[in-house]
């Protein structure tokens, strides 16, 4: 059979490789997943008897990104056989070969039977142990790829590219001559936007380590009167500040403005705060999913509750990659932005999780301008944390 693909170089660079271990390092979009899956499926037409197995932290990425990848070339092709496919298991087989998607919240799969060739997907998310259990029941070759992080102590870097069996391609966008003018423009911003973030997602370079989170966030006088987008992000507390944020979006940066932000206060307090205030009844405000009950009854009062996706690294990356104003009378966001701060261990590493103090704006801000980015780009596969 003679199949038709339409594949950048990263493709054939992959593909010629005969190291133990082959990383795919590089920046967004640059083609490094749905080129290694172009590859396994060429892989299962020429070779027999082989099992591949594709694995990620968690099962839910691995549906969005390599399985539907892997689904997509075969339906392009027009090879996709149902008979082939057992989507309970997530296997898919092309005569004596195999090709399985896994996660390593299964610990047993990862234990599991041997395999031939091994792909772990967004391999900075996994563990050292998880890496090591998969790779010694893979018998022939392991491949990688991942985004650099801030973190220049991953076991990725002090571990696997140390050997001498492994094969290192960077990539970047540039690479992929099949993205759009769009994807191209979105990352191509983050140059203005967060110099660090533009060196991993841009440069697909490992980042240069913080310990203060947000460095870009600038002062303005008032809110913008022309704007594209209104919305609000909430953060419940009681001994703890409840505070609400207002945001307004214009073509090139998002605004911040204090609502509220005071202890004490019940729902009923808030309630009447918030009309105080006049928030905007039409308006989406994104709340922690973790009050669900004092959500409800800011509802029943009219409020157009949304709930707030969580992830607070990608919500953090979210953040860094917009250019940011907060108006000089939101006291408290500004004091709680200069001092929101990665953790540190006592050797002096940072850690990709921030310390969790004085935060309760910065919550409420990440909650609206993660959450609405999702929300505006309207993914299926987005599940709400």
Not at 323 to 352: A, V
Request: charged share 30%.
């Amino acid at each position: 059979m003679k199949l038709q693909l339409t594949a950048t170089k990263i493709y054939l660079e992959t593909k010629n490789r005969k190291e133990r271990i082959v990383i795919n390092s590089g920046s967004s979009r640059s083609s490094k997943t749905y080129s290694l899956m172009q590859m396994f499926f060429t892989m299962m037409y020429e070779e027999q008897n082989i099992l591949i197995t594709v694995v990620r932290k968690t099962l839910p990425s691995l549906k969005a990104t390599a399985y539907k990848d892997f689904l997509d070339i075969l339906d392009k092709n027009d090879v996709y056989s149902p008979n082939n496919h057992n989507k309970s298991d997530l296997t898919y087989r092309i005569g004596s070969n195999e090709i399985e998607f896994i996660s390593v919240d299964n610990f047993e799969k990862v234990k599991g039977r041997k395999r031939d060739y091994l792909f772990c997907n967004e391999a900075n998310e996994l563990s050292y142990n998880d890496f090591t259990q998969l790779a010694l029941r893979t018998t022939r070759r392991i491949y990688m790829d991942y985004n650099p992080s801030h973190d220049e102590y991953h076991w990725i870097e002090e571990k696997i590219k140390t050997r001498e069996d492994v094969h290192i391609i960077h990539s970047t966008y540039k690479d992929n001559p099949f993205n759009s003018e769009e994807t191209i423009k979105e990352i191509e911003r983050l140059k203005n936007t967060d110099p660090n973030l533009w060196r991993i997602y841009g440069l697909g370079l490992m980042g240069i380590s913080s310990v203060r989170i947000y460095t870009h966030f600038e002062l303005c006088d008032e809110m913008p009167e022309n704007y594209i987008d209104f919305y609000y992000g909430l953060d419940f507390g009681y001994n703890h500040p409840t505070a609400l944020i207002k945001m307004l979006e214009t073509d090139d940066a998002i605004y911040l403005d204090e609502v509220i932000h005071a202890s004490g206060l019940t729902n009923s307090d808030l309630g009447l705060k918030m009309e105080s205030e006049k928030v905007d009844k039409d308006k989406f405000i994104f709340y922690d999913v973790a009050e669900p009950q004092r959500a409800e009854e800011l509802r029943r009062l009219g409020y157009a509750m949304m709930p707030a996706n969580k992830d607070v690294k990608l919500g953090i990356d979210t953040v860094k990659s917009k250019k940011i104003f907060i108006t000089k009378r939101s006291i408290n966001l500004i004091k709680e932005s200069r001092g929101y701060s990665w953790k540190t261990t006592p050797d002096g590493r940072i850690l990709d999780e921030p310390v969790k103090f004085n935060d309760d704006g910065l919550d409420a801000t990440r909650y609206g301008i993660h959450s609405n980015s999702l929300h505006k780009i309207n993914q299926p596969n987005i599940r709400w944390l």
